[in-house]
């Protein structure tokens, strides 16, 4: 069966998708045909939306939300932003087989194929993978492109866990193979309010990171830290240091309740790039990740 494309011609408020997100947990609410978490697997659906420009007044925003430098070129976890409510309007699709409140996101993986300036008009394309084994439930990947014309350049794969019904056997760790963390380099104070100011910036407005009641409700003690926030976070500390393509890989680990105070360290290697990592103050792990310089990149992909 070939994949079914889908244009939209406005980017959907994330109010209304977050509405639609936590109508399964309405009594009865998830038997109505709009509600997602209905289907059987992943649909083969892509979504695409055309001429997305940068808004003038939401880059500022986000930029001081998130520590970057205001540029003429945009962070590589902004895109990510753009392409968001393409995530939610598809995951909130009756056909998509996962409510989305309960979805956890444990990974991503941004590939930054070359700057892209602010004044370019970005094509968008979003999709997602078939349903995998994981050893706590079950996980999909979310894949993301933003292409300048016929050029690729930029790619995103968030991948989100559902809990329950494991079916792959998880290897136990090996404390001597285990890598130390970086160094530290900074300690971040990280107030109540700050998940808030991010869901303002970027359009994420879960309410496990509002409000510490809303959080309540879906199991966590307080407020969390968004994970792309974190993220975004940790490149605007290495902004400086960050080449003009690359990739860069985390895996995000325990949530950060807050307020709260974390460290963060980095260090590089010729071959392995530079490793970073976020940690609480008693050590415990929140995000890993790398980021490497892309080099020869493969051939751009050309618009179907």
Same mark, same amino acid.
């Given at each position: 069966?070939?994949? %079914?494309?889908?244009?939209?011609? @406005?980017?959907?408020? +994330?109010?209304?998708?977050?509405?639609?997100?936590?109508?399964?947990?309405?009594?009865? /609410?998830?038997?109505?045909?709009?509600?997602? @978490?209905?289907?059987?697997?992943?649909?083969?659906?892509?979504?695409?939306?055309?001429?997305?420009?940068?808004?003038?007044?939401?880059?500022?925003?986000?930029?001081?939300?998130?520590?970057?430098?205001?540029?003429?070129?945009?962070?590589?976890?902004?895109?990510?932003?753009?392409? &968001?409510?393409?995530?939610?309007?598809?995951?909130?699709?009756?056909? &998509?087989?996962?409510?989305?409140?309960?979805?956890?996101?444990?990974?991503?993986?941004?590939?930054?194929?070359?700057?892209?300036?602010?004044?370019?008009?970005?094509?968008?394309?979003?999709?997602?993978?078939?349903?995998?084994?994981?050893?706590?439930?079950?996980? &999909?990947?979310?894949?993301?492109?933003?292409?300048?014309?016929?050029?690729?350049?930029?790619?995103?794969?968030?991948?989100?866990?559902?809990?329950?019904?494991?079916?792959?056997?998880?290897?136990?760790?090996?404390?001597?193979?285990?890598?130390?963390?970086?160094?530290?380099?900074?300690?971040?104070?990280?107030?109540? @309010?700050?998940?808030?100011?991010?869901?303002?910036? +970027?359009?994420?407005?879960?309410?496990?990171?509002?409000?510490?009641? +809303? /959080?309540?409700?879906?199991?966590?003690?307080?407020?969390?830290?968004?994970?792309?926030?974190?993220?975004?976070?940790?490149?605007?500390?290495?902004?400086?240091?960050?080449?003009? /393509?690359? %990739?860069?890989?985390? /895996?995000?680990?325990?949530?950060?309740?807050?307020?709260?105070?974390?460290?963060?360290?980095?260090?590089?290697?010729?071959?392995?790039?530079?490793?970073?990592?976020?940690?609480?103050?008693?050590?415990?792990?929140?995000?890993?990740?790398?980021?490497?310089?892309?080099?020869?990149?493969?051939?751009?992909?050309?618009?179907?």
């Amino acid at each position: 069966m070939a994949t %079914e494309i889908r244009d939209l011609t @406005g980017a959907p408020g +994330s109010l209304g998708l977050y509405a639609r997100a936590a109508a399964p947990m309405v009594p009865g /609410a998830s038997l109505l045909p709009f509600v997602g @978490g209905r289907g059987s697997e992943i649909p083969d659906l892509e979504l695409r939306m055309q001429g997305v420009r940068v808004d003038s007044e939401d880059l500022p925003r986000y930029t001081r939300a998130c520590g970057f430098r205001l540029a003429d070129t945009l962070p590589s976890t902004y895109i990510h932003v753009l392409a &968001f409510p393409l995530h939610m309007a598809l995951m909130t699709d009756a056909s &998509f087989p996962f409510p989305v409140v309960g979805l956890v996101h444990v990974e991503n993986r941004i590939v930054q194929r070359r700057p892209v300036h602010v004044d370019e008009a970005l094509s968008l394309r979003v999709r997602a993978t078939p349903v995998e084994p994981h050893p706590k439930g079950r996980q &999909f990947t979310i894949v993301s492109e933003a292409y300048v014309g016929d050029e690729l350049v930029w790619e995103d794969f968030s991948t989100n866990l559902r809990f329950g019904g494991g079916s792959a056997t998880e290897q136990p760790k090996d404390p001597k193979r285990r890598k130390a963390a970086p160094p530290v380099h900074a300690t971040w104070k990280l107030d109540g @309010g700050l998940g808030r100011r991010y869901g303002a910036a +970027s359009g994420d407005r879960n309410p496990i990171h509002m409000h510490d009641l +809303s /959080a309540k409700l879906f199991g966590f003690p307080r407020a969390i830290a968004h994970g792309m926030w974190t993220k975004a976070h940790c490149l605007a500390a290495l902004e400086g240091r960050l080449p003009s /393509a690359y %990739e860069v890989e985390v /895996a995000f680990k325990k949530p950060i309740l807050l307020p709260a105070t974390v460290t963060f360290g980095s260090e590089s290697a010729a071959k392995d790039g530079t490793r970073f990592s976020v940690r609480s103050e008693e050590d415990a792990p929140h995000l890993d990740g790398t980021v490497r310089p892309l080099g020869n990149s493969p051939g751009q992909r050309k618009k179907s």
